[in-house]
């Protein structure tokens, strides 16, 4: 049984910044990447950055030069840093776990933190 548990999200004004976290626990073997997406009402759910294992990051448009995605191997956690906070910013953030055991793929999903960013 593999457990993503997130904390970090809650209330900033726009410019401000928040630190996500998320720690997965379990089976887990041969991480692919770890990474975070985000649900905003209405809309669907978009990757906002991810980490492979070998360290290659991958960030959305909108968030590059504000956000930082970065992976603790030894905990087997990942962190967002969010710095210049938009009112678009607002949304659920949802950590992401992708490994692979005994060539199959495996994917997983937190439960998710709210992110509200006033203007």
């Known amino acids: 049984q593999v457990q993503l548990v997130e904390s970090g999200g809650g209330l900033v004004q726009a410019g401000g910044s928040l630190r996500l976290s998320c720690a997965a626990s379990g089976s887990i073997r041969s991480i692919n990447a770890m990474g975070w997406y985000r649900q905003a009402l209405g809309k669907q759910r978009e990757l906002v950055a991810d980490i492979s294992s070998t360290g290659i990051t991958n960030y959305a448009d909108s968030v590059k030069a504000r956000f930082t995605v970065s992976r603790d191997s030894a905990k087997t956690a990942v962190y967002l840093q969010m710095n210049s906070l938009k009112p678009e910013d607002t949304a659920v953030y949802y950590c992401?776990?992708?490994?692979?055991?005994?060539?199959?793929?495996?994917?997983?999903w937190g439960q998710g933190t709210q992110v509200t960013v006033s203007s």
């Open positions: 992401n776990l992708r490994f692979t055991s005994r060539g199959t793929k495996y994917d997983y």
